[in-house]
């Protein structure tokens, strides 16, 4: 029997707000978490990004929250970085019109103005980061001690970054009678001793951590030149779409867009060198598909949330196995799938293997040029025993990836015998249908074939897909409407690659 929100005891005006957003069943963090936060309990919950944490601890703030005086938030989120905090405001802001609530975010690298502004109006709910927090307190713009409702998003994030001494001096400013909320994807070490000094007989709640919860994601290695690593990129955007490449510095992400660029692929950049302005540019661009892909060093690992990324691309191997399952997990969120692909220059074989020890994964350095239908993709799947499932990719999840379910018998002729090609469409519109790609192409001529490739599980689409026409007609076609616009996208329309 499917659960409700309304039945984990979240107010009508809330689950009305949410159901008008298409939320209508809760997530499994979701369904734990609710009722005992409801209740007034402390909770410690082990869950790691898009996992559903931010309406598992929102929904009860909302539902529990007291207005504010000017500068005295009543709730107080605190988050790791700018980026995240952004999210969680986003995320809460329409929710809380609901129950006439104000939710406001607060964090550096942008003007003091409108933060002070609205301090001085009334903030219910307040969602920092921990520095800039301090800095508002410093001048006497924000005072803590009505904050009775307090988050700890990612906690293990803000130990990593050095934010445990402020978190605890933001802590102690709350006040004693706060009821705590902490997530964070590990709970030993600092995150245990915060819990123990903060929280009052917290119950425990546990989402399947990163390296369990089966991400339906493929994981591939590939085993490249460091020269050839641009032109790899660039391919696997054109051929996965929506994509996320991680690189180590800052100015590897700046060089690594313009070349991207300079290659026909829409790309941009982001990174803590940059304004926050410049940064949600950046982010606003790639959610809207105007970029194709993001470029981005560790600082957008966590804390970004943008529907559909069909693929993350370590450019630059991870540091290690936690920023690998942290960059990976921006793609399949929340049900969807995606793809993982990680570029291994020799001199970085040893470091990867021994990532991939950390992580339990025996994935092998395979070939490029055995493409993302190899094989010689894994995926992380929980298992009685160990978490990783090392089986190969079933041709039902190749199919799914990469080419229309309807086609997958057919096998690729070519031109000079059959007459018949196959085309790849890339960057449509999510609302696309076969249909619409049918009537696009069949001013061109005789369309045999015509699938956009959806999401096994959710049945939306992954914004592409194949179309399959007389050679002739195919080559028109490309021609013609390679770069065009549908629905405000450019869309990328070429030969497709043959299937094996």
Same mark, same amino acid.
């Given at each position: 029997?499917?659960?409700?929100?309304?039945?984990?005891?979240?107010?009508?005006?809330?689950?009305?707000?949410?159901?008008?957003?298409? @939320?209508?069943?809760?997530?499994?963090?979701?369904?734990?978490?609710? /009722?005992?936060?409801?209740?007034?309990?402390?909770?410690?919950?082990?869950?790691?990004?898009?996992?559903?944490?931010?309406?598992?601890?929102?929904?009860?703030?909302?539902?529990? !929250?007291?207005?504010?005086?000017?500068?005295?938030?009543?709730?107080? &989120?605190?988050?790791?970085?700018?980026?995240?905090?952004?999210? @969680?405001?986003?995320?809460?802001?329409?929710?809380?019109?609901?129950?006439?609530? *104000?939710?406001?975010?607060?964090?550096?690298?942008?003007?003091?103005?409108?933060?002070?502004?609205?301090?001085?109006?009334?903030?219910?709910?307040?969602?920092?980061?921990?520095?800039?927090?301090?800095?508002?307190?410093?001048?006497?713009?924000?005072?803590?001690?009505?904050?009775?409702?307090?988050?700890? +998003?990612?906690?293990?994030?803000?130990?990593?970054?050095?934010?445990?001494?402020?978190?605890?001096?933001?802590?102690?400013?709350?006040?004693?009678?706060?009821?705590?909320?902490?997530?964070?994807?590990?709970?030993?070490?600092?995150?245990?001793?915060?819990?123990?000094?903060?929280?009052?007989?917290? !119950?425990?709640?546990?989402?399947?951590?990163?390296?369990?919860?089966?991400?339906?994601?493929?994981?591939? *290695?590939?085993?490249?030149?460091?020269?050839?690593?641009?032109?790899?990129?660039?391919?696997?955007?054109?051929?996965?779409?929506?994509?996320?490449?991680?690189?180590?510095?800052?100015?590897?992400?700046?060089?690594?867009?313009?070349?991207?660029?300079?290659?026909?692929?829409?790309? &941009?950049?982001?990174?803590?060198?940059?304004?926050?302005?410049?940064?949600?540019?950046?982010? +606003?661009? *790639?959610?809207?598909?105007?970029?194709?892909?993001?470029?981005?060093?560790?600082?957008?690992?966590?804390?970004?949330?943008?529907?559909?990324?069909?693929?993350? @691309?370590?450019?630059?191997?991870?540091?290690?196995?936690?920023?690998?399952?942290?960059?990976?997990?921006?793609?399949?969120?929340?049900?969807?799938?995606?793809?993982?692909?990680?570029?291994?220059?020799?001199?970085?074989?040893?470091?990867?293997?021994?990532?991939?020890?950390? $992580?339990? $994964?025996?994935? =092998?350095?395979?070939?490029?040029?055995?493409?993302?239908?190899?094989?010689?993709?894994?995926?992380?799947? /929980?298992? /009685?025993?160990?978490? $990783?499932?090392?089986?190969?990719?079933?041709?039902?999840?190749?199919?799914? #990836?990469?080419?229309?379910?309807?086609?997958?018998?057919?096998?690729?002729?070519?031109?000079?015998?059959?007459?018949?090609?196959? !085309?790849?469409?890339? #960057?449509?519109?999510?609302?696309?249908?076969?249909?619409?790609?049918?009537?696009?192409?069949?001013?061109?001529? &005789?369309?045999?074939?015509?699938? &956009?490739?959806?999401?096994?599980?959710?049945?939306?689409?992954?914004?592409?897909?194949?179309?399959?026409? =007389?050679?002739?007609?195919?080559?028109?076609?490309?021609?013609?409407?390679?770069?065009?616009?549908?629905?405000?996208?450019?869309?990328?329309?070429?030969?497709?690659?043959?299937?094996?």
């Amino acid at each position: 029997m499917t659960t409700t929100f309304a039945q984990l005891g979240v107010p009508s005006q809330i689950t009305d707000a949410l159901t008008e957003k298409g @939320i209508v069943e809760p997530f499994p963090v979701q369904a734990a978490a609710i /009722p005992d936060a409801l209740a007034g309990r402390d909770v410690c919950g082990k869950a790691p990004t898009g996992s559903g944490k931010t309406l598992a601890f929102g929904l009860p703030i909302l539902a529990k !929250v007291q207005k504010a005086r000017p500068g005295r938030p009543r709730a107080l &989120v605190l988050a790791p970085t700018r980026e995240l905090a952004e999210q @969680i405001s986003k995320e809460l802001a329409p929710l809380a019109r609901s129950v006439g609530r *104000f939710v406001f975010a607060v964090y550096g690298g942008v003007g003091y103005g409108g933060q002070i502004s609205a301090m001085r109006k009334g903030v219910d709910i307040l969602v920092a980061t921990p520095g800039r927090l301090e800095d508002l307190i410093e001048q006497g713009i924000v005072d803590l001690s009505d904050a009775d409702l307090v988050v700890l +998003d990612e906690a293990d994030r803000m130990a990593d970054m050095g934010f445990m001494p402020s978190v605890m001096r933001l802590l102690d400013q709350t006040s004693t009678k706060r009821q705590t909320l902490l997530f964070s994807a590990t709970l030993d070490g600092d995150i245990a001793k915060l819990s123990k000094r903060y929280q009052s007989n917290p !119950v425990r709640h546990e989402a399947a951590s990163v390296e369990t919860d089966g991400l339906d994601a493929v994981h591939h *290695f590939w085993l490249v030149q460091h020269h050839d690593r641009t032109k790899h990129t660039a391919d696997l955007i054109s051929e996965s779409g929506k994509s996320i490449v991680f690189t180590r510095t800052r100015r590897g992400a700046d060089r690594l867009a313009k070349q991207l660029g300079k290659l026909g692929v829409s790309a &941009v950049a982001m990174h803590g060198g940059r304004s926050q302005n410049q940064r949600l540019r950046a982010l +606003d661009a *790639f959610a809207s598909g105007k970029a194709r892909a993001l470029i981005a060093t560790d600082v957008a690992a966590r804390g970004i949330h943008v529907d559909d990324v069909a693929a993350v @691309i370590h450019f630059d191997p991870a540091g290690d196995h936690k920023d690998y399952l942290h960059r990976s997990g921006r793609t399949a969120r929340a049900g969807a799938t995606g793809t993982v692909v990680t570029l291994v220059t020799h001199e970085q074989k040893r470091d990867v293997l021994k990532m991939q020890r950390a $992580i339990d $994964i025996d994935a =092998p350095l395979a070939s490029p040029d055995l493409g993302l239908l190899s094989g010689s993709g894994h995926r992380i799947e /929980p298992s /009685p025993g160990k978490r $990783i499932d090392e089986r190969r990719t079933s041709d039902r999840r190749r199919r799914t #990836n990469r080419e229309p379910r309807r086609h997958a018998d057919r096998q690729d002729r070519p031109i000079g015998e059959s007459g018949t090609q196959r !085309v790849y469409v890339a #960057n449509l519109p999510w609302k696309t249908t076969d249909g619409d790609l049918h009537s696009m192409f069949s001013r061109y001529g &005789v369309v045999e074939g015509a699938a &956009v490739v959806t999401n096994r599980k959710t049945g939306r689409s992954k914004g592409f897909g194949f179309v399959e026409m =007389p050679a002739a007609h195919a080559s028109e076609a490309i021609k013609a409407l390679n770069g065009s616009s549908l629905g405000g996208r450019d869309l990328l329309v070429k030969v497709a690659r043959p299937r094996n």
